[in-house]
């Protein structure tokens, strides 16, 4: 059975509901990292106190985790189920395998 890399980017509001629907899955291990991107919503202008702005990049949380091959289905599963808004910006979720084994030090 392989390691696969699994790197998720939600809303910042969303984390702690992802994070927690994951706590059912054996996570390997992983890390959670403040994060700038833009997809479909690029360059839009905002307005706030009157002025407008551009807001190229939004605040995104990149969630990287590691789990067994077996477990993909269901960490993808609690990811989407608790990141998905049906709005616009949602995120994105990139599955790697990895080469060798998952070693920890």
């Not at 009157?50 to 985790?65: D, H, M, R, V």
């Not at 067994?68 to 808004?85: F, H, M, N, S």
Request: hydrophobic share 45%.
């Amino acid at each position: 059975m392989g390691v696969v890399q699994i790197v998720a980017l939600v809303k910042p509001f969303r984390t702690g509901a992802v994070l927690a629907a994951l706590d059912s899955i054996e996570v390997l291990g992983g890390t959670v990292r403040e994060a700038m991107g833009y997809g479909r919503q690029k360059n839009r202008l905002h307005r706030y106190l009157g002025s407008e702005y551009n807001a190229s990049f939004l605040p995104k949380i990149e969630l990287t985790l590691f789990v067994r091959e077996q477990d993909v289905a269901a960490a993808v599963k609690a990811i989407v189920g608790q990141a998905r808004t049906g709005r616009m910006g949602d995120g994105k979720i990139v599955i790697t395998p990895c080469l060798d084994e998952f070693i920890s030090w």
